[in-house]
């Protein structure tokens, strides 16, 4: 998302935290639990968009990474949807194989630094 945010030199894109007190108050239409599991957004016509389309669309507001298009092609677009269900299900186990370092809770990550001796 930061490097998303970073592309995004005319500021188009408004990021949301889902922690914040008062996002259910701002968006009671938006399921909380629902948007922790697979991304969720809300076009500037108010339309909702789920999973690996609001990834697509994301990136092509900014004009960078074009070649994820082809995630929406017919039949790849079922598949990449099946992969995407997968891993935003299993995310957090697969980023605790893949980056060992990483601190999950709350639904917020970091990096575990360890002390400099």
């Not at 490097?3 to 701002?26: G, M, P, V, Y």
């Not at 957090?92 to 639904?107: A, D, E, V, Y």
Request: hydrophobic share 35%; net charge positive; with cysteine.
């Amino acid at each position: 998302m930061a490097q998303l945010k970073q592309s995004d030199t005319k500021n188009k894109i408004k990021l949301e935290d889902l922690n914040a007190a008062d996002f259910s108050e701002r968006y009671s239409y938006i399921d909380k639990d629902k948007a922790m599991t697979y991304l969720q957004a809300q076009t500037h016509t108010g339309e909702m968009i789920y999973g690996l389309d609001v990834t697509y669309q994301a990136w092509k507001i900014v004009g960078k990474h074009r070649w994820l298009k082809i995630f929406r092609l017919p039949i790849i677009s079922f598949f990449a949807d099946c992969g995407y269900l997968f891993f935003a299900k299993y995310r957090h186990s697969i980023s605790r194989f893949l980056m060992p370092n990483t601190k999950c809770s709350n639904g917020q990550c970091s990096i575990k630094t360890r002390g400099v001796k």
